[in-house]
């Protein structure tokens, strides 16, 4: 750890310096991705994740359907990490994330992911974390909430 501290034209540079470094990705950081992408085990490598990623997908769309079938998803994405769970109109977001964090269950609110105002209540579900296992439970706890009203 260091600390660094400076005042006038010093540092003005420093700060200069800070800000087009935090821009941009290091030379040496690129060289090393680079390394590891044109592996021949890179292209195994997204094959598997992809498949991972698209049961876990799957296990989680089959958990709300049992558990939460309040929650609509429109659109089941073809890749990527997350699920756009849209919550029936009216709900009260606050209290169903407040509920579901008491009961060991967090959710992101869809809110804090669009550039305007949402058209509905949303929850940002990800499927690319550890333990899918838990997702049957975690869409149990949803569901219940959202049965309370």
Avoid: I, K, N
């Avoid at 660094?4 to 090393?32: F, I, K, P």
């Avoid at 992911?113 to 333990?131: K, N």
């Avoid at 569901?143 to 009203?149: F, H, N, S, Y």
Wanted: proline share 8%; aromatic share 6%; with cysteine.
């Amino acid at each position: 750890m260091a600390a660094v501290v400076a005042r006038g034209a010093a540092r003005d540079r420093l700060l200069a310096d800070r800000a087009a470094e935090s821009m941009y990705v290091s030379g040496l950081l690129q060289a090393a991705v680079l390394d590891v992408v044109t592996q021949p085990g890179w292209e195994r490598h997204l094959r598997g994740l992809r498949t991972q990623l698209r049961a876990r997908r799957d296990l989680l769309l089959s958990s709300l359907a049992e558990h939460a079938p309040q929650v609509v998803v429109e659109q089941v994405p073809a890749g990527g990490l997350h699920l756009w769970g849209r919550l029936p109109d009216g709900t009260d977001l606050p209290r169903v994330l407040a509920e579901c964090e008491a009961a060991g269950v967090v959710l992101a609110p869809g809110s804090e992911w669009f550039p305007a105002e949402p058209t509905a209540p949303f929850v940002r579900l990800s499927f690319a974390g550890p333990q899918p296992d838990r997702f049957p439970e975690g869409a149990r706890v949803l569901g219940e909430v959202l049965a309370r009203g």
